[in-house]
């Protein structure tokens, strides 16, 4: 049995709350335009994870990864907007936050990891 890659698990439970916050926001909120694009940042993070773990080399694994991070600040972005206007209470945001910040924290360290690989 492979062994569980955790920025691959975590990713893809992210994308799966993004999915249900936008739910949450067409349906309850009626906010359509900040949805989509939290929809869009937030799901873009695993996709490019899982393709950048089959990727053809190290580089092309860090650019990849560089992705993902630049996609999971923005979508931290978008979720400390939504905090603010209120579209999301603090309690409501908090939860998704924290767990998004752990992905940047996490995807900072495989890209630094990667890039002192690549340069030794």
């Not at 492979?2 to 906010?31: G, H, M, Q, W």
Request: aromatic share 8%; hydrophobic share 40%; net charge positive.
């Amino acid at each position: 049995m492979p062994e569980e890659n955790i920025i691959v698990t975590k990713s893809f439970d992210f994308a799966v709350r993004v999915v249900n916050l936008y739910r949450f926001l067409c349906k309850e909120r009626k906010e359509f335009v900040l949805s989509k694009q939290i929809l869009r940042s937030g799901t873009s993070i695993g996709a490019n994870i899982n393709e950048g773990t089959q990727g053809q080399s190290k580089k092309d694994f860090l650019t990849k990864m560089n992705i993902a991070l630049k996609e999971a600040v923005e979508t931290k972005y978008w979720l400390r907007l939504l905090i603010r206007t209120r579209f999301l209470s603090e309690k409501q945001g908090k939860s998704i936050l924290v767990d998004c910040e752990e992905l940047v924290k996490i995807l900072h360290t495989i890209v630094k990891t990667t890039k002192t690989a690549i340069e030794n």
